[in-house]
């Protein structure tokens, strides 16, 4: 039984903000520019993103919303109606509520009846945990097919109101690292056990993921202050937790290049367990945060002899901005939606997650 | 960071090693000195034991790189010269050690008297073994680990162990040295792999012994708690 990609679709709240506009939606920080965003956007090299807040941090369209779009999308353009959907698959990192899970919203707001649901919770690689739930779901017979759909909102995160509750009210570079990286959309895919009627499709040859959260500390979070490890939900109420800097989002930038070697690592196992050989690889799709951390894994494939030419590797980040999970899926419709591909080229995509350390990897293969 | 290996079996070789390399670095978290470490959780106690223990298989050190050095014939006299000077760059690291041990509070008398934990008499051993064999091509696995260690507790533990005990550099000698003679002896690790890493039953040789002493190194270093 295969697996293939038949449809995918994204959405994108709003226009694309540039790197000047930033501030002018997420605001300044008790109304003093920031000094780290400009060292911080250079070597991640995103131009533009988008953010479904508005210029008064006022959110424009929900996460549920969002998801919900790309999934029509992705719909529109394949060969089945939404009432036909058997499973329905999506990840976020933070929905709209901390309960029911995003799916049941997701759901909802597709209006659809009846379906398998599954929510994936995580960071960067939720998607590719719910892409790997609805691809053995089908491969076991269980569904036809599956809707996946990954969507962030994380500026809601980045408001500069969030950050004017901390006490004392100075940033420390972790939690505003993230304000200058993340950004917000959505994708989807659908999949079926039968190739799609007429046009190419992605056969899933597989999916792997390694993780690695037994060996390293925590390295992304919302949930905890600075230099502690307790709970937001453990402070007597939740204001508490806020002025604490609990509820910010951080990123440890000290251990962030252990996720090159936690890549390359999983890499070289799927390489030396036969997964795939490196000269039949034709396209690279790596969702990678920052141009630093492509040339950094760039880099060490080198050493190990195992470089990919560069014209292989695509990306949209820099146009799209980091959007999380969603990322990938955002990637793989505007790379199906402009590339012109011949039946039997194949597609290697890499997910790299930071949160914990967890890195995921698919094979897929052009077919008719 | 280039990669300077170039012959096709030399690049088979180093993506094994890089893969010892890896799960090594994912084994080493886990032994609980290290853990310590990385997670901020170190006390002095703590490193002064780590630097005991360390120093007695580093002063042993010089002698297994010596002794692999003699064991090479005149086939691989150019790979003899190269492990001399890396023997030499590398005899005197345990005064280093001991200079750190007496800067956290230790007493000479004691890191000098101290013996082998049980982890670092296997690693001595294996290591001692290996090298009285005749041309022994396999060793360049154990240098590819232990050069690999030494950058990442360069790179990465001398500044975690000076923040959490907020100790001077003065104090982290023995870490931070390693990093300064690391791109040259890298480079000279992937002549060396090049050179010797001929042919399946060398690269099957090398990797093997890079997973032994990987295993034995963490041995050593889970020991340091049980001493």
Known sequence: MSVYINSTGHYLPGPPIDNDEIENILGLVNGKKSRLKHKILQSNGIKTRHYAINQQQETQISNSEMAANAGLRCLDASYISPHQIEMLSVATSQGDLVLPGFGSMVQAELDISSVELQTSHGICSSSMMALKSAYTNIKAQESANALVIASELASRLFKHTRYEQVEGKEIDFNAEFLRWMLSDGAGALLLESQPRKTGKSLRIDWIKSFSHADVYPVCMSVGMPKNATKSWQDFPTYSEAEQAGALLLRQDVRLLDNIVSVGVNGFLKLLQDGMFKVPEIDHVLCHFSSAYFKSKIVEMLEVAGVQIPEDKWYTNLYERGNTGCASIFIMLDEFLATQDLSVGETLFCMVPESGRFNCAYMHLTVVE | ?227
């Open chain 2, 1 to 227: 960071m280039t990669a300077d290996v170039l012959t096709t079996s030399g690049q088979t070789c180093l993506q094994s090693l890089l893969k010892v390399w890896f799960d090594f670095d994912l084994a080493l978290s886990k032994a609980p000195i290290v853990k310590r470490l990385e997670q901020g959780r170190l006390s002095h106690e703590d490193y002064q034991k780590l630097l005991l223990n360390l120093r007695q298989q580093v002063i042993e050190g010089s002698r297994w790189i010596t002794r692999c050095a003699s064991s090479f014939n005149r086939e691989y006299a150019d790979v003899r010269s190269i492990v001399i000077g890396h023997a030499k760059d590398e005899h005197k690291d345990f005064l280093m050690l001991e200079s750190d041990y007496v800067a956290v509070g230790g007493d000479i008398n004691v890191i000098q008297n101290s013996s082998k934990n049980i982890g670092s008499e296997a690693l001595h051993g294996f290591l001692m073994y290996r090298a009285s064999q005749e041309n022994p091509v396999d060793l360049i696995g154990a240098m590819w680990i232990i050069e690999g260690l030494g950058n990442k507790m360069a790179s990465k533990w001398a500044e975690l162990i000076e923040e959490q005990l907020e100790l001077p550099k003065e104090a982290t000698q023995f870490m931070r040295y390693h990093g300064e003679n690391d791109e040259h002896h890298l480079e000279e690790l992937y002549k060396l792999v090049d050179r010797v890493a001929v042919d399946d039953g060398a690269i099957k040789a090398i990797e093997r012994t890079a997973k032994v002493v990987a295993r034995l190194y963490i041995l050593q270093l889970e020991e340091v708690d049980h001493v």
